[in-house]
């Protein structure tokens, strides 16, 4: 039996959550069916959390793109196809591969597993993101280092903690539901072990008694703790997080059931701390650094 899932018409991290509280209804051994034939629209997250969400199928889903050709086009610039068709059995139209060229994707979709694929990601970007950085989002040269490490941290994350790979993507765009300016947006997606489990398998570890994903997500996030014993570990999320506070963006990591979200000026979040999601595997990081306007 195979179970459809169907994705919106505009898939970010917070529409992405409508993706999976449908899969949380489907046994983990059924098969899926992902029917985005009505989608429109979707950001970094939105595609590499899809690729994750197939890693963590028993069995390889199905799935069946965007039947607007305009999206079907972004989505295979961004790389999303050339990924896809290794965790998807793919159905209906599927647009030929296209080279991300000048428009604004940073950085196309891409996998890693291991430190050497971080190097490689961090290498690729700089000298465009040294350019949008500056004059798209009219930031201090000093931003574009502190962007580097950001992006590196980011993906090491998946290096330390997944256990399997993930994907990386950046993208500069328009963010005009909330801001109404440009925005660059760094999305890494993983299903692995997630910071639970990862902080869990710690030796000698001790377990607080409300030990649960959000806890996990605070002792990571905010407090630095690293399941590594060595002197210093840990202390990388605590530096995205102090590059995000000091150019006005947006940080949210997602893992198992809950969501940690910490954001600056226009972009504080809402909501801190979200518990009691639909569950998914492994960690889902989204950062926005969003356009420097005077005031």
Known sequence: MTAIINVPPS??????????????????????????????WSSPYGLTALLALAQSRAEKPAFTGPEDENTASYWSRAAFYRHAEEVF???????????????????????????????????RIQDKAKQILTTSLHLDPKATMGFAMTLSEACQNIVEHAGQGGWVAV????WRKRLGRNVVVIAVCDAGLGFRRSLESSQGRRIAERWDDATALQEAVVNGTSRFREAGRGQGLKGVRRYVQRWGGRL?????????????????AEVPLEKHLAPFPGAQVQIVIPEHVEK
Do not use: C, M, N, W
């Open 171 to 174: 993208q500069k765009y328009l």
């Open 89 to 123: 059995e793919l159905h209906g139209f599927v647009p030929r591969p296209k080279p991300a060229g000048d428009s604004d994707v940073l950085l196309e979709i891409t996998p890693v597993t291991r430190s050497d694929d971080v190097h490689a990601v961090v290498e």
């Open 11 to 40: 898939l970010d991290d917070e529409k992405f959550e409508l993706v999976l509280d449908q899969v949380a209804r489907v046994p983990a051994d059924e098969r899926l069916l992902l029917d985005a034939r009505h989608a429109k």
């Open 252 to 268: 949210s990591i997602r893992s198992g059931t809950a969501r940690i979200t910490q954001g600056e000026g226009d972009l504080v």
